[in-house]
C-alpha cells in the first residue's frame, strides 16, 4: 500500500482551513484533470508534479495535500479513467451482445473510436508506459495498466459466448487490445509513418478498418451468431 507522503502546510497554504467543501472537490477534480493530460503525453518517470501544477494552474502544496505524491495521483488516475472505461464497456457489450459478428465487432470499434475521440487520455498512458517497464515494480500501479487489458478480456469473453477454450479467447481479447493501444495510444507514431495526422478521420478509419478486418475472420469463427 502507497504511503502518502506528508507536507506541511502553512496557514495560508492549507486547503483544509481557507476552502469550502465545493471548492476543495472542485480543485481536486482540476488537479486530477491536469494529471491525466500530463500523464498522457510524458511517460510517469519524465512526468513531474511541476508540469501538473501548471496546467492545473495550482501550487505544489495543493497536489501534496490532496494526493501525498506523484506516485498515488498516477495510482488514482488510472484507476479512474480504468473506472470510467469498465462502465462504458458494460453498456457497448450490452448493445452488441446480441448482433452478429459482423455488426457487432463493427459497431464495438465504433463506441472504442468514439471514446478516445473523446477522452484520449487512457490509451495513451497506458501506450506510454506498458511497453518501458523492465520492471514493473518501476512504475506505480503498473498492475492496474495490466488490469486495464483484463478488462477487455473478461468482458468480451462473459458476454459473447465464445465457442473456443479460454486460452484461445484471452489470446484473440488480447490481440485486439494490443491493436487498439498500439494505434491509438501510439496513434502518432503510427500516423506519422504513414504521412496522416493522427487525429483526423482518415486515420480513425484506418484504424478502424485495419482491426476490424483483421479480427473479423476469426471472430466468426468463435461465436454462435456469425
Not at 101 to 118: M, N, P, Q, V, W
Not at 134 to 139: A, G, Y
Request: proline content about 4%; aromatic content about 10%.
Amino acid at each position: 500500500m502507497l504511503k502518502l507522503e506528508k507536507v506541511a502546510l502553512s496557514k495560508d497554504a492549507s486547503p483544509k482551513k481557507t476552502l469550502p467543501k465545493g471548492k476543495k472537490k472542485a480543485t481536486r477534480e482540476k488537479i486530477i484533470k491536469a494529471a491525466v493530460e500530463v500523464f498522457a503525453k510524458y511517460p510517469y518517470h519524465a512526468a513531474s508534479i511541476r508540469m501538473i501544477c501548471n496546467v492545473a494552474e495550482v501550487d505544489h502544496p495543493l497536489i501534496s495535500y490532496y494526493f501525498g505524491s506523484k506516485a498515488n495521483l498516477f495510482r488514482i488516475v488510472i484507476t479512474e479513467v480504468l473506472e470510467q472505461r469498465k462502465q462504458l464497456q458494460k453498456t457497448w457489450f450490452a448493445e452488441v451482445k446480441s448482433m452478429g459478428a459482423t455488426r457487432g465487432l463493427s459497431l464495438f470499434i465504433d463506441y472504442i473510436l468514439e471514446d478516445y475521440r473523446k477522452r484520449p487520455g487512457l490509451f495513451h498512458i497506458v501506450s506510454l508506459n506498458l511497453f518501458q517497464a523492465d520492471n514493473m515494480d518501476t512504475i506505480p500501479g503498473y498492475e492496474l495498466i495490466q488490469e486495464f487489458i483484463r478488462v477487455d478480456i473478461g468482458g468480451m469473453k462473459d458476454n459473447l459466448e465464445l465457442r473456443v477454450s479460454n486460452s484461445e479467447g484471452e489470446m484473440f481479447v488480447r490481440a485486439m487490445s494490443m491493436l487498439l493501444i498500439g494505434f491509438l495510444g501510439g496513434g502518432r507514431s503510427y500516423a506519422k509513418a504513414m504521412n496522416m495526422d493522427p487525429d483526423s478521420i482518415v486515420y480513425y478509419n484506418w484504424v478502424r478498418d485495419t482491426v476490424f478486418y483483421t479480427l473479423l475472420p476469426r471472430l466468426k469463427t468463435m461465436v454462435k451468431n456469425p
